[in-house]
Nanobody, 122 residues
Framework: QVQLVESGGGLVQAGGSLKLSCAVS????????MGWFRQAPGKEREFVAG????????HYADSVKGRFTISRDNAEKMAYLQMNSLKPEDTAVYFC???????????????WGQGTQVTVSS
């Protein structure tokens, strides 16, 4: 069983920054690709960013490319999402997710955290 717990959400003004963290417990962390997703009110959950097992390959949604950075620390069993130049449209509940894969999937994740709220005011 894999458990994921997000932290770091909050309220920030447009143009500001937040760093989300995801603590992972359970199976061997380095066997899993990690992803961040978000869900805004009334919208479907969408892929934001992903990182492969080794941390040397990343993939981003076009809407966040150049502003968000995903990273991981396999020794600490942590994944991160650094969010800069935040916009009101980034407001959503952010979820981290894990899947056993060598690649950086944009879907099909098996394990999910409970989510953390990010609110960007204009």
């Amino acid at each position: 069983q894999v458990q994921l717990v997000e932290s770091g959400g909050g309220l920030v003004q447009a143009g500001g920054s937040l760093k989300l963290s995801c603590a992972v417990s359970g199976r061997t962390f380095s066997n899993f690709a990690m992803g961040w997703f978000r869900q805004a009110p009334g919208k479907e959950r969408e892929f934001v960013a992903g990182i492969n097992r080794n941390g040397d390959t990343t993939h981003y949604a076009d809407s966040v490319k150049g502003r968000f950075t995903i990273s991981r620390d396999n020794a600490e069993k942590m994944a991160y999402l650094q969010m800069n130049s935040l916009k009101p449209e980034d407001t959503a509940v952010y979820f981290c997710a894990a899947v056993r894969s060598y690649l950086v999937p944009t879907g099909g994740y098996d394990y999910w955290g409970q989510g953390t709220q990010v609110t960007v005011s204009s």
